[in-house]
């Protein structure tokens, strides 16, 4: 028996086993390569789903991510390690590390910044298929009024505690977020993964079936694309429901074309990142990281660098006990991890870095 040398023939074989999938074919495998995703949110869902997309083949991937890793994250993101966690090494160069392991056809993008309305086209406007793996309202609420305006798909995927829903919106064809739910749900009012948790198979089974439609919308059959419904599923007891919906004839974005939240300038505030202990101040501008690594080393302490930030960590700054930590990227953007109160996260960024 001869054994294959690692690295041979890969090319011939990689795909066999999906171009056997009669939905698929040769001809779908070829579509998927020419397709381009972009994933919003590389953390659980966005990190599934990126895993997923690469080894399915598609052809170009952008990771768009506004964090660094943290040992919480490790028992749901798949794309991460303890020394990614310790490093605090943005989440998008960490996905990109571990998915280039993979290898494959796939050419990945990546940015460390935080989308809002200035920025969507920058970031969304090659996108054939937008994948949510965020985890906040505001991000999906601005990804479907994008979306919804440019007519370019997009899969909505949410996770708490073991319960999850996956929509594909297809503009002009079903329901997007908004016929759904037209507001976001005020701050606070909804179970979070902060107040109930959350586990990976919850994770795992909605980033696999926004991935299964995502292969059908990119690779299959152009002429019979997959029917918009809200799927449900609990990943502790097992079930899974389909729910029939409609567009809403009254849906502010994709009945009155009215866009309200790629318009709103939230990034301009500090944010409170949910169950992170940590506050992300807006963009003054870009930053040198290399300049501001000498400063911040002249000031004492332990600064990391890659390539989209630079972490910074000093003994004797804290918040009631809890030391702060500074990461700093090279969008302008800036995260103080240790409070929740952004007036104080913004004093230590005024100290130390300035304006
Ligand atoms: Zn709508």
Sequence with gaps: MTVPEPGRDIGATRFSKQERFAPLGVEGQKRLLASRVVVVGTGALGGSAAQNLVRAGIGRLLLLDRDVVEPSNLPRQVLFDERHARDRVPKVEAARETLARIGGPTRVDIAAVQLDGSNADEWLGAADLVIDGTDNLATRYLINDWCVRAGVPWIYGGVVGAAGLVLAVLPGRGPCLRCLFPEPAPPGS???????????????????????????????????????RLVELDAWGGAVRQIELAADPACPACAERRFDFLERAEAEQPLVLCGRMAVQLPSAGRVDLQTMEQRLVGLGGEVLRTRSALVWRRTGHTAGGTPLELTLFADGRALVEGTEDPAQAQAFFDRNVGR
């Design 190 to 228: 909804l179970a979070t993964c902060d107040t109930a948790g959350v586990i990976l198979p919850a994770v795992a089974a909605v980033a696999a079936l926004q991935c299964g439609l995502a292969l059908a919308l990119l690779g299959g059959d152009p002429g019979s694309p997959p029917t918009p």
